[in-house]
């Protein structure tokens, strides 16, 4: 049995895939959301709060802790995050579960260099620095993990991100499409589903524990290029895309916290942002999903959700 915290784009599709494989899954959310499954369990727990969350342990052989922060924001990821994976944590190592985390790159300090397995991963201050000290937490905690690093997300059920809602939708609609500061350099994006077929397998190597992997992850695209493998999967005409030069956004960081926080994160996209996942594909014994195929099944749960909810559109 395994649980899964939180119902977002990575915790949603690791509890489809385990349940798919017939294994019993609860999602645990605030909310009580989640796949609808015959082997999936959706029940309403804070997984912060230890009296909530120990009982719904009881039994589980991992947990995958897919929980992210309120917002997009330094503060609230300190104020959320680092409580919050010491009770999952804890938690797991009385019930004797290990626990996966999906991870981000933030935390690599030399970002200019093709990011490996065994990169530095000393990066300080902001929300960059937060996720290194996550990462040094669960180092140290007495519970069995493994963190598994993507780059940044696309795929079904993934809205809010880069190659999500600010390229797919207006694609479909022949819009331009407007990215952060250059449209033509190379950046690691990493399919979800892959991302949660490789947190799936580290759980089940113990081999792999208390370890950090990569996800098995295509060779770069620029943003230009995951825009026309869009396009092309829908069958319509490339888009037009254009730039949002990261000085106006700097400028706009200066009267708007949302802005400031994401101008900390634009180096991703001013220069090559590259992650190498080789090593973890051969010990997981997994290769990335060819882009040509991602796209496509992106695309059409794009057009099944916009049919569906046309306000959307």
């Not at 010990?283 to 060819?290: H, N």
Request: net charge negative; aromatic share 8%.
């Amino acid at each position: 049995m395994y649980v899964v915290t939180g119902a977002g784009p990575v915790g949603y599709t690791v509890a489809e895939q385990l349940a798919q494989q017939g294994h019993e899954v609860r999602v645990l959310t605030r909310s009580g959301s989640g796949p609808d499954h015959p082997l999936i369990q959706r029940m309403r727990v804070d997984a912060s709060d230890p009296s909530q969350l120990a009982p719904a342990l009881e039994g589980a052989t991992a947990v995958f802790h897919s929980i992210h922060g309120s917002a997009y924001r330094a503060a609230a990821w300190r104020a959320e995050l680092p409580r919050a994976e010491q009770v999952v944590m804890t938690a797991a190592k009385a019930a004797g579960a290990v626990v996966v985390f999906p991870e981000s790159l933030y935390s690599y300090s030399e970002p200019d260099h093709v990011m490996k397995e065994t990169s530095p991963r000393e990066a300080t201050g902001g929300k960059r620095g937060i996720r290194t000290e996550l990462l040094k937490a669960r180092e140290a905690h007495a519970a069995d993990t493994v963190s598994v690093v993507a780059g940044d997300f696309f795929g079904p059920y993934v809205r809010m991100a880069h190659a999500g809602e600010r390229m797919v939708p207006l694609i479909l609609r022949g819009k331009t499409v407007q990215v952060l500061a250059h449209a033509d350099q190379p950046h690691s994006f990493t399919y979800v589903p892959d991302l949660a077929a490789a947190m799936i397998a580290a759980a089940q190597r113990p081999g792999l524990w208390n370890s950090v992997l990569h996800a098995p992850t295509g060779p770069a695209v620029t943003q230009r290029e995951m825009a026309a493998a869009y396009a092309q999967a829908a069958g319509v005409s490339a888009p037009k895309v254009s730039a949002v030069p990261a000085w106006a956004l700097r400028g706009l960081g200066l009267f708007s916290t949302d802005m400031r926080e994401l101008a900390e994160m634009l180096y991703q996209f001013e220069r090559p942002f590259v992650m190498d996942s080789t090593e973890s594909q051969r010990l997981l014994g997994q290769e990335p999903t060819p882009l040509a195929e991602a796209a496509a099944a992106t695309v059409a749960w794009w057009q099944e959700t916009l049919e569906r909810f046309p306000a959307e559109r």
